[in-house]
């Protein structure tokens, strides 16, 4: 501490002084200490609380008795003790919902997640991300041979439009190198009418092939395989 003293320019002394000196607990910390064990009572009261209890409740249980806090307050010294409500966990949603009685394409990867060359292979999947406003969904497709993704689409549905975009945002990137060696290789998740739609803009006239790529599928979760 002595370098960093002289070039603040005051005693080192003085430094150690005021580290040995005990401060005395303010007003305010004499209360929230007061109101760290009425907040505890409350959140740990088995009749009421059980734990569960969050900051607005006990605010509310602190007012019924009697005790003028703020809640902001409350929130403050709940995050001091390290306690909180119980939150409703929501529900996960499916990125993969199987079509038993459906038909769709054979399995044309048989679990080979390499590629001998760009554009040869593409593999989609969806994911989603939980945020304060809820589920937030991303569609992408990604190139085998370089691990590039070339298509991605960001929605706060689940709709075939999502996957859609993505496939039609990495054929735009890729228009001019795709031939009919192509595999569109995606699990077997049903997207409102995506098979179709894929079908007709994977071999539409963007592409400019005679053959068209192929569109092959794999079992629920193996689109990732490899990566």
Request: glycine share 10%; net charge positive.
């Amino acid at each position: 501490m002595e370098p960093v003293c002289a070039a603040l320019e005051f005693p080192a002394s003085t430094y150690y002084a005021a580290k040995k000196r005990e401060r005395k607990p303010s007003p305010r910390d004499i209360r929230d200490e007061q109101l760290k064990k009425e907040i505890k009572r409350v959140w740990e009261d088995r009749k009421k609380g059980r734990k569960v209890y969050g900051a607005r409740k006990v605010w509310r249980q602190l007012r019924r008795e009697g005790i003028e806090v703020a809640r902001c307050t409350v929130e403050r010294l709940m995050r001091e003790l390290g306690i909180a409500g119980v939150a409703a966990r929501r529900k996960k949603p499916r990125t993969t919902v199987p079509d038993a009685g459906g038909q769709r394409p054979a399995d044309l990867l048989a679990r080979d997640f390499t590629a001998p060359a760009p554009n040869r292979r593409w593999v989609a999947d969806i994911t989603y991300t939980c945020t304060m406003s809820g589920f937030v969904y991303t569609a992408f497709v990604t190139d085998l041979f370089s691990r590039k993704i070339v298509g991605w689409q960001v929605a706060d549905h689940l709709r075939a439009g999502l996957a859609l975009d993505a496939l039609e945002m990495a054929i735009f990137a890729r228009n001019g190198h795709i031939g009919g060696e192509l595999v569109h290789h995606s699990d077997r998740g049903v997207q409102l009418g995506f098979k179709g739609s894929s079908q007709h803009c994977l071999v539409g006239p963007s592409i400019g092939t005679r053959r068209g790529p192929r569109r092959g599928s794999s079992s629920r979760g193996s689109c990732g395989g490899g990566r």
